[in-house]
């Protein structure tokens, strides 16, 4: 007897669902494929310790898993901590009235859903099918996970020569890797020829990112808003769409997008999070409060969840009802984050407010004090966030001189951060300080800007030793800069590539590279600098 | 919550247990090894009827309540296909019918992958009613419409429905499973559009296997 080995047999499968009855029909119903290596979990917290555990070749995962987290937060956190191989696949089975929620997913995607019910030649073609697919794109994930986006490119654009079937989905993949890359010209025209021929979302999605990414917001707009009509069920255009009213200052209309967005999906935490902070600015206490509440109702279990949240509920509910209840929600933060001194802080400086609020001076005090003491000894780039928030509170306070330093020190170490720098303006302007303060932030950033620019210069003149004095006399006032710290170890590096390596030299640019990498581990330039370091090390 | 509001969530959870019957019949069918078994047959065709009726009834149930948006993706269409006459082999053989498929390969087209496969089940299950030995489900582009087409070898629609088809485009239908099952086709097929054109269905007799022929037309 011949036996022809297939596409499913010899790997390892874990199906995630917690009812019985259905774990062991799906895994008889692999075995009748073939299949040897199934493993079995009843909910959330049992795949993702299973995950942890084994590599999966393909994972089959119920969206409904009663609970703490649901399918869509497994996946979440399987890629968020890298729990699965570049070829495996993920399933997302749904009954069919989960389907809509499913599909409002914020980042990531499942390979496919499966909709119950399915029988065992349903799940056989599926699954070759996908396990084909993955394959096929196996090279691209590969050289997209070493950062070789040209090479990714090449590859895609020899698949796509070929016309195959697929050659839209490759063509989606590529304009992808173009706008993560920053090759927005190239996007462009890939978005504009798939569009020519027929009007596809993620297609103008992507058209509207690379006029997002060249600052044209207002096209930006347009396009994203284009797809909001033509498909109200596309909430990815909804989030792009309130992110680039904001950019351009117009709260309302991202904080009405927003509110479209959560009650098509209300459970995507960052979306719940993002209308939240809007509503506040925009003195919505209602709206702030419930859309806080679902963020933390909805990121208990999810890779989303995160104590700023919790600490803008507690405020909001103290404002809209009474202290209490305001004290009373940040008890939860205790139970959800274990030992976590962000946590510990969002607390404290929550605290401080609500106890002010109720009068009770000596606790909010204690409590200031501690926030306080807790922001100095975060890491000020990838932290930024705190210090906005501890900023907030002092102004509260009164402590309006303590509240500007804190605004300063997050601008300087973050001059090229647009976001955080609006996030600032927001505060600011939430905060009624002076209109000059605003002022100040552009005249920081310009401050910083020209320090690097001459640091740069010099080095480029071949003067190496003024240039690294001068931005290191820079970066102890801007530690967490990230411009300084890379353009230090830029020059700390031309100086042993001209005299070379020395052991000391080469721990230093460590060092400023890390600082980066903390933050921003996907830095562009600092994945090249790391990549030159390295040439020179093993030549 | 009202009463549709609760009947959506019972038929949820009829649908859920059906689905476990559908499995355990196929179970047997294959424990039994029998080549055909018109009992089984029976069995699983009801079940996978009640299944595509249930679907129907929700997703009309959603588009009275404005739920029930598309969300149309690039198909394989030739894949899709597969898929489909995969899924209803097993429920046509007990009942000594073949289910084929036809489709150039490399055929890409436009359209919400779950409504219109929900849609397909269920007119298949209608054809396998009328059907004396075999189904033909086929695909091609004809006026830059791709037409999803689905053949049987009976004796065809009555003369008075395809007559009637211009004249009840969006009428409601009075009665028959039937006909809910061509109103839900249709209406499906009008919620797909592009620019200026919307789908259609078609009903014809005599075409690629002698018996009915309904055909879904989208842009």
């Known amino acids: 007897m011949f036996f022809k080995p297939g596409l499913l047999e010899n790997r390892l499968y874990l199906v995630v669902d917690d009812f019985g009855d259905m774990r062991s029909m799906i895994k008889n119903m692999l075995m009748a494929c073939g299949v040897r290596e199934i493993r079995l979990a009843r909910n959330g917290n049992e795949a993702i310790e299973k995950l942890k555990e084994e590599r999966f070749d393909v994972v089959l995962c ?182 680039s009213h904001k950019r351009i200052n117009q709260l309302t209309e991202a904080e009405e997008i927003l509110k479209e967005a959560v009650s098509i999906s209300p459970k995507a935490v960052p979306r719940q999070q993002m209308l939240g902070e809007i509503a506040l600015v925009n003195q919505h206490q209602e709206i702030a409060e419930s859309a806080f509440s679902k963020a933390v109702k909805h990121g208990r279990h999810s890779v989303y969840k995160h104590p700023s949240n919790y600490a803008n509920l507690a405020k909001v509910t103290a404002e809209n009802h009474d202290g209490v209840a305001g004290l009373q929600v940040l008890k939860q933060i205790k139970k959800d984050f274990n030992k976590d001194a962000k946590a510990d802080f969002y607390q404290a400086s929550a605290e401080s407010l609500i106890h002010e609020a109720m009068g009770n001076s000596d606790l909010a005090r204690t409590s200031l004090d501690k926030a306080a003491d807790l922001q100095k000894s975060f890491d000020q780039s990838e932290d930024s966030d705190c210090a906005l928030e501890l900023a907030k509170t002092y102004k509260n306070f009164g402590m309006e001189e303590e509240s500007l330093e804190l605004l300063k020190g997050a601008i300087l170490n973050n001059h090229t951060d647009e976001q955080l720098m609006d996030e600032v303006k927001l505060t600011i302007s939430s905060l009624d300080m002076d209109e000059q303060a605003v002022g100040t932030i552009d005249t920081i950033r310009e401050e910083v800007a020209t320090l690097n620019r001459k640091g740069v210069e010099l080095a480029k003149n071949g003067q190496l030793d003024e240039a690294t004095k001068l931005l290191k006399e820079t970066s102890t006032r801007m530690p967490a800069n990230r411009t300084v710290n890379l353009n230090i170890a830029l020059v700390l590096l031309m100086s042993m590539e001209r005299e070379g390596p020395s052991p000391a030299m080469i721990d230093e640019i460590k060092g400023y590279l890390a600082r980066v990498a903390k933050a921003d581990p996907n830095n562009n330039t600092l994945q090249k600098l790391y990549a030159r370091l390295k040439t020179m090390l093993s030549d | 919550m009202n009463f549709s509001d609760i009947l959506a969530s019972l038929i949820h959870d009829m649908k859920n247990s059906l689905g476990l019957v559908i499995n355990t019949i196929d179970d047997l069918g294959q424990e039994m090894q029998a080549q055909e078994n018109p009992k089984l047959g029976t069995l699983q065709h009801e079940a996978r009827r009640l299944n595509s009726n249930l679907i129907t009834l929700l997703s009309l149930y959603k588009i009275d309540n404005g739920q029930l948006t598309t969300n149309i993706e690039e198909i394989d269409v030739e894949q899709f296909l597969y898929e489909i006459s995969v899924d209803n082999q097993a429920t046509a053989n007990n009942m000594g019918i073949t289910v084929r498929y036809e489709s150039d390969e490399g055929l890409v087209g436009y359209f919400d992958e779950w409504l219109m496969r929900g849609v397909i089940n269920s007119l298949i299950g209608n054809g396998l009613r009328y059907s004396s030995s075999q189904i033909l489900i086929h695909a091609e582009f004809v006026d830059d419409y791709l037409v999803l087409s689905i053949d049987d070898d009976g004796n065809g629609f009555p003369q008075s429905m395809i007559d009637a088809q211009t004249a009840q485009k969006n009428k409601k239908p009075e009665q028959g499973e039937t006909q809910l099952g061509h109103y839900f086709a249709s209406l499906v097929a009008h919620m797909h559009s592009n620019g200026e054109r919307e789908g259609f269905i078609k009903l014809a007799n005599n075409q690629r296997l002698g018996g009915g022929c309904f055909s879904i037309w989208l842009p």
């Open chain 1, 62 to 243: 119920d969206y409904n898993l009663g609970q703490g987290r649901d399918g869509q937060q497994v996946l979440e956190e399987a890629k968020h901590r890298n729990l699965l191989g570049l070829g495996s696949v993920f399933v997302m089975v749904t009954a069919e009235n989960t389907r809509d929620m499913v599909m409002g997913a914020v980042e990531y995607e499942p390979d496919s859903y499966l909709t119950k019910p399915f029988n065992k030649d349903f799940l056989k073609t599926r699954l070759e099918k996908l396990i084909a697919k993955k394959q096929n794109l196996l090279q691209i994930e590969e050289a997209v996970e070493k950062r070789n986006y040209t090479q990714a490119v090449q590859i895609l654009d020899e698949k796509i020569a070929a016309k195959p079937a697929n050659c839209n989905e490759l063509r989606k993949i590529k304009g992808d890797i173009l706008v993560n890359s920053e090759k927005l010209a190239e996007a462009r025209t890939l978005f504009e020829e798939v569009l020519a021929i027929r009007e596809l979302p993620w297609a103008r999605l992507g058209l509207g990112k690379c006029n997002y990414l060249a600052q044209n917001y207002q096209q930006a707009i347009d396009e994203f808003h284009r797809i909001k009509t033509q498909n109200p069920n596309y909430t990815l255009a909804y989030d792009w769409l309130a992110k």
